[in-house]
């Protein structure tokens, strides 16, 4: 049997890169609060991110309900948001004692249709939470314009589009704030990780004391803050992963480009077009399958490839909207296109030193599905 192929695998740094790194922490025993590496990486998010603000945490989710409870949103709340996302966004609005409203996306990039949020919008409304997907960027401008009409708040779950430019500019400058994941899945990560950017100096400053116990001074605590802190350790790895980020994406390309030789123009399989004006961090592979003209369904292709050693993933699925722990509570019906694509939707496996023969093969599992 041919090796398993992942459907992602962490790439990460030569063993005497991140030693090398990490090396004076044993002679300063700082491991955590804000050491010397944590000031490092944060200044260089900064300067790659071109991006005033950067606060680190421990992984993307607190990064999420921080941000949230530092634009302290009254409870009760609406939060228009996509259930075409992972877990943690819904999770982060509701835990946070606010109530999502989830808007449809678009079958072209699988981001929220900008289109219906409008009439989404009640008095209740505080803020907007769009999702860039798969590395896929949502309409920046006409959200933007919304939320200035209506006095909204903008967090942008940017987890999928680290590394990723509009017209230019990191996605970290947009919104009233971004949230990236460094998780150890993702383009480039830091073990488990993740940050919030954001323009305002002072809601930057609240977020570190709120992920810090809501700690002001050592004897002063201004906030009922949490612990979610980023320890040496992961900025190290975080500092080492950024020197190969170029690097990392452009293999990601190629083996995208792969995929594309292999898949497109094949009747029943719908690949995401490029976007114009967006530098793609190829985050993701998603490909969608029409069981009516490829002759297989999803569940067919995800069988198939799992006999044959290669993990694919049906990402994302089922929609939030449908978790057995938000039952009776919410009616995915009312985002059909998100409903569809959720059943439809595999991404394949993709990672920077994925052979172009296992590319080959994993397509040829694929197009045998439908004969």
């Known amino acids: 049997m041919n090796d398993k192929i992942a459907v992602t695998r962490s790439s990460m740094p030569d063993f005497e890169e ?32 071109h991006t005033p603000n ?8 607190l990064a999420l309900e921080h941000i949230i409870e530092a634009f302290e949103f009254p409870e009760g709340g609406e939060v228009i948001t996509t259930p075409f996302t992972f877990a943690s966004t819904t999770h982060a609005i509701v835990r946070s004692r606010l109530n999502p409203v989830f808007c449809d996306i678009k079958s072209a990039d699988y981001t929220m249709d900008e289109s219906l949020i409008e009439e989404l919008i009640t008095d209740n409304t505080c803020a907007i939470i769009p999702v860039h997907v798969y590395g896929n960027l949502c309409n920046i401008e006409a959200i933007q314009n919304i939320s200035e009409k209506y006095s909204l708040k903008i967090i942008y779950d940017a987890a999928h589009s680290f590394g990723v ?7 970290a400058n947009f919104g009233d704030a971004t949230m990236f994941s460094f998780h150890a899945t993702k383009v480039f990560h830091t073990i488990e990780g993740g940050a919030i950017c954001c323009k305002d100096e002072e809601l930057a400053h609240r977020l570190c004391e709120i992920k810090n116990f809501g700690i002001h001074n050592p004897e002063s605590t201004l906030y009922i803050g949490g612990n979610a802190k980023m320890n040496e350790f992961q900025a190290a790895m975080g500092i080492c992963n950024l020197r190969h980020l170029s690097d990392e ?14 898949l497109s123009g094949v ?8 976007q114009p004006d967006v530098q793609s961090n190829y985050a993701y592979f998603p490909v969608v399958f029409d069981p009516d003209k490829f002759g297989a369904d999803r569940d ?19 929609l939030t909207s449908s978790f057995e722990c938000y039952r009776d509570r919410f009616n995915p019906n009312e ?3 998100a409903l569809r694509i959720s059943q439809s939707v595999l991404t394949l496996p993709l990672y920077a030193d994925l052979s172009f023969d296992d590319v080959d093969r994993i397509c040829d599992i694929i197009l045998n599905c439908n004969k």
């Open 165 to 171: 430019q509009y017209k230019g500019i990191s996605t």
């Open 18 to 49: 991140y030693c090398r790194e990490i090396k004076d922490l044993w002679d300063s025993r700082w491991l955590t609060n804000n050491g010397v590496k944590h000031r490092q990486f944060e200044q260089q998010l900064k300067d790659y991110l």
């Open 335 to 337: 985002t059909p296109v």
């Open 54 to 61: 950067v606060t680190l945490f421990a992984n993307g989710h």
């Open 267 to 274: 009747e029943g399989i719908s690949l995401c077009d490029a």
């Open 249 to 262: 994406i452009n293999k990601r390309k190629a083996v995208t480009k792969r995929y594309i030789s292999r």
């Open 300 to 318: 067919d292709v995800f069988a198939a490839l799992a006999e044959n050693n290669i993990g694919a993933r049906k990402y994302f699925y089922p």
